[in-house]
């Protein structure tokens, strides 16, 4: 009996990419992958280029396909946070903490929702609080949560872990030994998983 291929969502809050990637993952995936918060400066990639997951906002031609790929999903148009957040590591933190209570998915939709559904910028706390809410993390926990060496050494070593597969722009999903980035990376992956 051979072994079960798991695959991994690699994101970060920085890129409306990963939120059309994280809206319909789940879905289009055969099951669940693993999701693990990163960040997108631990992969080494030029956030100046032109690929999902930097954090600059997009150019207006990649904004426009981005909001023709959330029409096709049914989403609601794209609210991109003004002033767009320069410093998300509250919000990874959060992450990695609702991470480690096994709220993951639940705050890391929450939260991607707020930033690009909402327009809300996550480097504000309240925002990253309001993601928790959502899935019933207290605000108190989650802000210890924020601030312990534990969750700041999980987050550290996932980007590390992300970097070492190969990741270098997100969303990424990976699958085995092979590295799927970018807006298509849950059809590609599904593919990948239904032949491997």
Known sequence: MRGLIRAVFFYDFSSPACYLAAERVNSTLPT???????RLAALGGDADDAEPGRSSPPSTAELAGLERRAAAQGLPPLRLPEPWPGELGAALR?????????????????ALRQAFAGGRDLSDIDNVLIAAAACE??????????????TEERLRAASEEASAL???????????????????????AASALSTA
């Open 94 to 110: 959060a992450a990695a903490f609702a991470q480690a209570c096994g709220r993951i998915v639940a705050f890391s939709l929450a």
């Open 166 to 188: 190969g990741v270098r722009h997100l969303p990424a999903i990976v699958v085995g030994s092979r590295v799927l980035e970018g807006p298509t990376a849950p059809e590609t």
């Open 137 to 150: 993390l207290h605000p108190r926990a989650v802000l210890k949560g924020i601030e312990s060496r534990a």
């Open 32 to 38: 669940v992958p693993i999701w693990q918060p990163i």
